[in-house]
Structure formats: C-alpha cells, structure tokens
C-alpha cells in the first residue's frame, strides 16, 4: 500500500496535541480547512502523520517560513519531480492543509547559468506549526531539530529519502549538505539505532559538506522499512532493490 493508501483508509488518525505534548485520537475532519480560517485559529490538533511528512520533508527540500503571527510550509521539487510533488499537493490540499491552486512551476538558475524549473506549493499559515520553525531554524539558518528522532518514523524516513535520496554505487546517498558534520553524525547514530541500517560518512568534494551513506548490506533492510510509503516515481532512487 502507498503512502496515499494508508493516510486516507482509516477514518479516525492519531494526533500530536501541543499542549498536553501526548497523542490523541480524534476524527478526520479537521476545523481549519476552510481557506478564509485566521494563522491563531489554525491550532490543530495535527494528525502525527503529517508532523512526520513535515519533519521529512524538512529535512530534505522544504522549508518553514514565517508569515504574520504563524509559520506555513512549502513543498518544492525540480519539475522532474512533478509527480510526486503533485501526489503530495493532492493529499495535503483534499485534508485542507493548502489551497486547492495548482502548484506553481518557477524557474532559477542553477550551476553553470543552467535554467532550473521547480515545482512547488505552500500550506496555509499555521500558529500551531511555530514550534517547528524553532525546532529547525537557528538565525534563519535550517538546522536538525533536536528531536527528530521522536518523529523520523518510517513514513519520514520515507519522504527525506524521496527528497534527498540519490543512487550511489551499489547504495544509497542521502544528500545532508546543508547540515554540519555534527548534524550529520546526529542522524546517521538515529538510522543505525532505531533502524539497525549502517551508515557512514562520506565527503561530498565541496568544503564542510558531507553526506549520509547506506551500503548494499542495508539496502534491503531500508526497501522493506520504506517501501509502503514510496510513491512509484520515487522506486529508482532505492538503486535497483525495489
């Protein structure tokens, strides 16, 4: 089953409630989804899933920006990516996360004066999503939360190798190259705890830029972890096992 599957069959999810800082269970119709609701009315609850799409995804290429008094998400892939960022979209926009709009395709340029088309879409301002651009953000600068371990679930894990996964050799990379070694060295210790996965270090030939590496012997191990989230566009990145 998809990670599309599993997110709309049950009709009750878990949530994270802020305030008690526990999990409750409440019904999936949410009192934020309509598009005119105010940032300090936006305060969940939020179903725990989605904390973990976010943190995923922030590890990879979203990013968290404030706007008024709350924070919204955006959701960014090269357009070759389209399919799975419109996957994505159509999910978040059907539980009003965001605006039915289609995504936006922008263009930058990348190395080399190379013209780069990117796809992507934000959610609606939430006062209850502030606590994450704290956890991610020092000085306007992306750093690792703390306490992503409590949320890279498989289904995280899945979507941070769908964002920054990459084949290498007979493995797989997942690029960390905005992060510090420390930083780095923090999440490579939480792959092989709570997923018994090796790990290594490897440098990516730019200065202070490093990257995560899964060798063939965990290979595997991590398909039969993520396998049930991956969108289909997103198999060629686990580098043949799946």
Known sequence: M??????????????FDIESNGLIYC???LPFISPKTKSKN????????I???????????AYAEQHGNGTRICFQQEHLNSHYLMWFYSYLSKIGYCSETTPKITTRLGKGGKLRYVSRFKTYTFTSFNWIHTAFYN???????????????????????????????????????NFSLKEVEF????????YK????IIKTGALNQYNIYIP???MNDLVEITRPYLHTSMYYKLNGYI
């Open 2 to 15: 998809s990670l599309w599957g599993i997110l709309f069959c049950p009709n009750w999810f878990k949530f």
């Open 27 to 29: 019904s999936t119709v």
């Open 42 to 49: 936006r305060i969940g609850p939020h179903n725990y899933d």
């Open 51 to 61: 904390i973990c799409i976010i943190m995923g995804s922030l590890l990879g290429d």
């Open 139 to 177: 000085e306007n600068k992306k750093i690792v939360s703390i306490n992503i371990e409590e949320y890279l679930s498989p289904l995280a894990l899945s979507v941070w190798i769908m964002d920054d996964g990459g084949r290498v050799s007979s493995g797989l990379k997942i690029a960390t190259n």
């Open 187 to 194: 999440l490579a210790n939480i792959l092989r705890k709570k």
């Open 197 to 200: 996965l090796k790990t290594s």
């Open 216 to 218: 063939k012997s965990s």
